[in-house]
């Protein structure tokens, strides 16, 4: 939908880092959500970002680049239970349009 | 505690008959919002409503009606002229429109035998 690309999975070790890359269509943009969803269950909101740079929420961290259309999510000191699927999600013209996820592994 | 609540978790309908599912709010928000996911696919917007007694089609509409008569509720209506009903469905809702952070239920999964 409206060009969000992301990988559909990645496997990490456990506390190791890990980045999961999102581009976008840059036409209409107005912010860049990133979500946690795990299997079965609602996704959780873990960041927005507006304006170019990096936020930081303790292990997460979330960056956008408005110019290249793009946008990464940093996941530091990973745990098992972050083995889910992250969604990007791009913030448009009265509605949010979601990317299908990556679903990241997380292993011993 | 405020929250978006979903029912129920699991839903079976055999196929031709319309089915409701439930979408409540105690949030106070103004946008509510339902999703559809299908493996392998991203949520795509069905309907939205950023007000009471008003909606819009997202861009999956047919097959679905909604309706927006109170601020805390939207009920999603899966019709019989939804081809391929059988999926997950999410409801969210946020405080000031689209660009906002959404909060989501726990999600229906539906399935049509």
């Known amino acids: 939908g409206q060009n969000i690309d992301q990988p559909t999975e990645m496997t990490a070790t456990e506390g190791a880092i890990v980045q999961i890359n999102c581009t976008y269509q840059?036409?209409?943009?107005?912010?860049l959500f990133w979500y946690q969803q795990h299997a079965g269950e609602a996704p959780t909101f873990l960041s927005y970002?507006?304006?170019?740079g990096l936020e930081e929420k303790g292990r997460f961290s979330s960056f956008l680049s408005r110019s290249k259309g793009y946008s990464y999510l940093l996941l530091k000191e990973l745990q098992m239970k972050d083995s889910a699927s992250y969604l990007c999600a791009r913030g448009g013209y009265q509605k949010v349009t979601f990317g299908i996820g990556t679903k990241l592994q997380v292993i011993p | 505690d405020g929250g978006i609540t979903q029912s129920p978790k699991y839903l079976f309908r055999k196929e031709g008959q319309n089915v409701t599912l439930s979408c409540e709010q105690n949030?106070?928000?103004?946008?509510m919002y339902w999703y559809r996911q299908d493996p392998g696919q991203g949520l795509r917007l069905i309907y939205y409503?950023?007000?009471?007694?008003?909606?819009q089609k997202g861009d999956i509409a047919e097959g679905y009606s909604v309706s927006r008569e109170k601020k805390e509720s939207f009920p999603l209506t899966v019709t019989s002229a939804q081809k391929n009903p059988t999926a997950f469905y999410l409801c969210?809702?946020?405080?000031?429109?689209?660009?906002?952070?959404?909060?989501f239920g726990q999600g229906t999964r539906l399935t049509v035998v």
């Open positions: 970002n507006v304006l170019d």
């Open positions: 969210a809702s946020s405080s000031t429109g689209l660009n906002t952070e959404a909060f």
């Open positions: 949030l106070n928000h103004d946008a």
């Open positions: 840059t036409s209409g943009f107005n912010g």
């Open positions: 409503s950023q007000i009471v007694n008003d909606f």
